[in-house]
């Protein structure tokens, strides 16, 4: 069929060339990238797509075949990877070391490859190429199987938003072109990408040397009935790649070539404008409306991303360099405090709270420091961990604080105006890479909120620490009790504070649902909510902490960053996790309240374990299996000795 098709073309171009031409123009256009570990055979196989696609000129392919012989790995034989890694020391090594980009076409569509490194010390090159790609080939050497490196480029191309995954396994030739090895990794990587946002994913089992499934069909495995790879290429959806619905023009330069024209020109990054259209410019919130739409080639009717345009409006109003036009209604977020997943990328020097960056997003440059890091993400794990500065290649989530406010989308509703890079002020160079988070999924709320007010003066204290601690007989601490509703721990929190009362010891119970029907009775279930909820009865907690209690909060806290922020609050030294790590179905069956009832009916919504993602703690200082213990009574009575004994090996029992 691919025969006929190339057949098809030639005959094109030799009887119409300029009907090939104009059909080639409107073309659709494919960017991919090839990513995983290294040696998993990423350079080879876009040397095999070129070359089996009959894409390399006949003096490269000779330059090729000589240098084969000098510096290839195929006992002589053409190195297919020798036609992409152009660098010497690449060929010198055989590894890439820098982004190169490759470009062929088929009848179908036009593409542009992007061959990315695998070793992790070039990461942040991996993530460059990354980051204008609508779809990702993932190798995965079927010999090894899935690698940190395979993990941490998938982590990385979630992040950047790319929807399309293709999981080539390679180099079946080596293990017999087994089935059975084909469907293990297949299992093994669908497990850790259950943990990562959802997206299309295909399998193709190939060996990119001889040229299995790349462009031909394989003969060595029948067993396998999909799609070769340019197959999938050349028929996978691209729709969505572009947000269509909302109206976003940076501001780039301000064209005056005479008094009687002024005009505003940049790249349209999403939505559609058109003559007439009432717009708002960001971050002044001044309004005006479109008048004309200038291009080189003649004004135009309407304008789409990705079309560079100048737009002129019907009044004088301030607008320049950095600034925005959205239409009114239709409105990004625009602050000086903002939250982001950021690539660090500096081999020099970690990303560290308090240091100053220059910060460019769009057309927008301005001074910016890190006021905190939220957690480091484990690539093998995707688990979260406090960390007090990012390194080389380390992922997290940070705080920033910028001088002059940006004007951004969420890096997943809109890739151009939801990214920025963060550069060291001393050397220029490109320190970082951030996706900017939408304010309500990130769950931070107003734990870093400053007083309002400028005159507040706290009153001193007239009873000191220490006399508390005498008088009461005990230290003051607080355990947070987490798990999925139904679990158990209000029970164990308050059968807990019972036997701290029997004790002669004082204790207090904060329960979420409880607090929510007076201090918290504005707040719903969101992510941001649930945060809040949580933030004031820590606040509370911190409070009776300082008058010597024991505080046993219990609280669903099913965000990880959110229970940081509480250990924070509180102070590490006084603060401790509990997980009580009864099971989803464990809970369903006790439903104590007919939440899971409720959910299952669609009569309530972001229950978590069911809808909304329950992270469980990594950091816990006690785990109780609930379900485990027996009885409900045995349960709650062995849950309460495990606590008292981790109390008082802190210290709070003092006499």
């Known amino acids: 069929m691919r025969a006929d098709s190339n057949a098809a073309e030639q005959e094109m171009i030799e009887r119409d060339i300029e009907a090939y031409l104009g059909r080639h123009e409107t073309k659709e256009l494919l960017r991919f990238l090839t990513c995983g570990s290294v040696d998993d055979g990423k350079s080879t196989l876009i040397g095999r797509l070129l070359h089996d696609t009959h894409m390399i000129h006949e003096d490269t392919l000779a330059a090729a ?118 469907e293990e990794i297949m299992h093994d ?43 999938h290429l050349d028929t996978v959806p691209l729709a969505g790649r572009r947000n269509m619905v909302d109206f976003r023009f940076p501001v780039q330069w301000v064209n005056r070539p005479n008094l009687d024209f002024r005009g505003f020109t940049g790249t349209i990054a999403g939505g559609c404008v058109k003559p007439g259209d009432r717009v708002m410019v960001l971050p002044s919130r001044k309004t005006s409306s479109i008048s004309r739409i200038v291009t080189f080639d003649g004004d135009l009717a309407q304008a789409t991303p990705p079309l560079s345009v100048t737009l002129t409006l019907a009044d004088e109003i301030d607008c320049s360099r950095g600034d925005m036009l959205v239409h009114p209604g239709n409105e990004p977020h625009v602050s000086q405090d903002v939250h982001a997943m950021i690539v660090w990328m500096d081999d020099v020097a970690p990303l560290v709270p308090g240091k100053e960056y220059l910060l460019k997003h769009g057309t927008n440059k301005t001074p910016a420091s890190i006021t905190s890091i939220a957690h480091r993400i484990d690539v093998n794990t995707l688990e979260r961990s406090t960390s007090p500065a990012l390194a080389l290649n380390d992922i997290g989530q940070v705080a920033i604080r910028t001088s ?77 009790f987490t798990g999925l509703s139904g679990c158990g721990k209000t029970e164990i929190a308050r059968a807990v504070e019972r036997r701290l009362f029997d004790l002669g010891r004082f204790a207090a119970v904060i329960d979420g649902p409880a607090l929510r029907s007076g201090m918290s009775r504005d707040l719903g279930f969101s992510k941001v909510d649930r945060s809040e909820n949580l933030r004031r009865g820590m606040e509370l907690a911190k409070t009776l902490n300082e008058l010597g209690l024991v505080v046993l909060a219990s609280f669903t806290a099913p965000d990880s960053s959110v229970r940081i922020r509480a250990r924070e609050l509180v102070g590490s030294d006084r603060f401790a996790v509990v997980h009580v790590s009864t099971p989803l179905e464990a809970c369903r069956r006790r439903d104590p309240v007919g939440l899971y009832r409720d959910a299952a009916s669609g009569a309530v919504k972001d229950v978590p374990g069911v809808d909304f993602e329950y992270e469980a703690p990594t950091d816990a200082e006690i785990t109780i299996p609930f379900h485990e213990l027996g009885t409900p009574d045995a349960a709650i009575r062995t849950a309460v000795e495990r606590v008292l004994t981790f109390i008082e090996s802190r210290g709070v029992m003092v006499k």
């Open 65 to 182: 075949e000589r240098d084969s012989k000098s510096m290839g790995t195929q006992a002589g034989e053409l190195d297919l990877a020798l036609l992409v890694d152009g660098l010497k020391s690449e060929r010198e090594q055989g590894i890439t070391i820098d982004v190169a980009y490759r470009y062929f076409t088929t009848a179908a569509r036009k593409y542009i490859i992007a061959d990315t490194p695998g070793h992790e010390q070039f990461t942040r090159n991996m993530a460059t190429g990354a980051s204008t790609c609508d779809l990702a080939i993932l190798l995965v050497d079927a010999r090894h199987g899935v690698a940190v490196q395979t993990r941490r480029h998938s982590f990385i191309t979630s992040l950047l938003g790319i929807r399309e995954i293709v999981v080539a396994i390679n180099k079946m030739d080596l293990v017999g072109h087994a089935q059975e090895r084909f």
């Open 189 to 231: 990587y669908s497990a850790f990408a259950s943990k990562l946002p959802a997206r299309n994913m295909r399998f193709i089992p190939m060996s990119a040397l001889n040229g299995d499934n790349v462009v031909h069909r394989s003969t060595a495995m029948p067993w396998y009935d999909g799609p070769t790879l340019l197959e």
């Open 404 to 480: 002059r406010p940006l004007v951004y989308d969420a890096y997943t509703r809109n890739r151009q105006t939801g990214a920025f890079v963060l550069i060291d002020r001393l050397t220029n160079a490109t320190a970082g890479a951030g996706m900017l988070l939408d304010p309500s999924d990130v769950g931070e709320g107003h734990w870093k909120d400053a007083p309002q007010g400028g005159h507040l003066a706290p009153s001193g204290r007239v009873i000191t620490t220490e006399e508390r601690e005498k008088r009461l007989g005990q230290r003051p601490f607080t355990l947070l």
